[in-house]
């Protein structure tokens, strides 16, 4: 694991999903809309834009990938901790159930990853020989 691609990654997804959240709060911020369908927009928005930020970091990394979007969500878990300094309604209670929301789109981003860019094989799994073939004898 490289801290350039820890580093890379926590940047790709808060980027991701400050852009998702500037575009809802410019679309919607004056308009009639109750309070509840404009939190429901950036939930939706913060959802598909963290698959997003996860999925390109899984294919900038080609080796560890899922240590490496593992890190990448804990330290964004604990960066997301300032929530509750600046976001009166953003509790402790509401930081620890986060770190679901972060594992379950790293889990899908991860995933997607793996569709646009397969995993390379490490350097020793190439040099190893194939194993024997079976004697059923």
């Known amino acids: 694991m490289k801290a ?3 580093i890379q990654g926590v940047v790709l997804v808060y980027a991701f999903t400050f852009i998702g959240g500037f575009v809802i709060g410019v679309t919607v911020g004056n308009s009639d809309l109750p309070p509840q ?6 939930m939706v928005s913060n959802f598909i834009f963290s698959i997003v930020g996860f999925c390109i970091t899984g294919i900038l990394v080609k080796t560890e990938r899922f240590k490496t979007l593992l890190v990448v969500a804990l330290i964004c878990w604990l960066l997301s901790a300032l929530n509750m300094l600046f976001v009166p309604t953003f509790g402790p209670l509401q930081w620890v159930f986060s770190s679901v929301f972060l594992l379950v789109t790293m889990g899908i981003g991860g995933g997607l990853s793996y569709l646009f860019a ?6 020793n799994e ?3 020989e ?8």
């Not at 369908?37 to 950036?42: D, K, M, P, T």
């Not at 397969?118 to 350097?123: F, G, I, L, N």
């Open 126 to 128: 190439l040099e190893a």
């Open 130 to 137: 194939p194993p024997p073939p079976p004697d059923f004898a």
């Open 37 to 42: 369908q404009v939190v429901l927009a950036l």
């Open 4 to 6: 350039k691609n820890i």
């Open 118 to 123: 397969p995993a390379v094989p490490k350097q």
